[in-house]
């Protein structure tokens, strides 16, 4: 493995964390053993002294565009789907503030009554004073993912690095639940995601990082434990730079 992936040099981070997971064995709603397992995770990753923003996607509850086969207007399902991913940053917040380690939830869409307003002033405010940060809300627009969103708030916040949770081990040459022959990158470009045509996140979210030079960790999400081994571990998940 080469040395692009330099644990030492991170110091702020995005995570991606689908609102699907927090679902677990449900499928819809909260899974307590799953809220319990990602905020020891963040706690044990917030001990290594690092500055920690959250991006949680609305999966668990709302869908967004995927809703639109159900008749709904494409911008009000997305509209939903961010008020959902408000609602998880809230759910899980509390979590956190409940184990004291201090969150404060900011939303692209003005909440003032129950969270704060997303600028990058506020935001490095807060995670210069130690908070944990969600980021909610989406881009506060629609036809934008949560993946989006998270590369955006990487490149307002000059993070060192995207971490996207999944349920697989990280990229792979094609879908490893189907495929048992599909091949495992360690590592990868950018510019080798597009040649080999990679589904690794929707292409504005994958430009924009490519564009803006934003590293990126794929890792599997639902081993306790592995964020943390993700941040400090090259052979933790898929580097992508």
Known sequence: ?????????????????????????????????????ITDDLIALKKLGLSIGIVLGGGNFFRGGKEEDKGFDRITGDNVGMLVTVQNSLILADYLNRKNYHCEVFSALEMDKICSFYTPYNVENALSSGKICFLAGGTGNPYFTTD????????????????????????????????????YYSEISYDEIIAKRLNVMDMTAFSLARDYHIPMKIFNITKPGNLKNAILHKNVGTFIY
């Open 1 to 37: 493995m080469s040395d692009f992936f330099k644990p030492e040099k991170i110091q702020r981070i995005i995570i991606k964390i689908s609102g699907e997971f927090l679902a677990g064995s449900k499928e819809i709603g909260y899974d307590n053993a799953i809220l319990e397992q």
């Open 148 to 183: 989006t969103a998270a590369v955006l708030r990487a490149i307002e916040l000059n993070a060192n690095l995207v971490v996207k949770g999944t349920k697989v081990d990280g990229v792979y040459s094609s879908d490893p639940m189907i495929d048992k022959d599909a091949e």
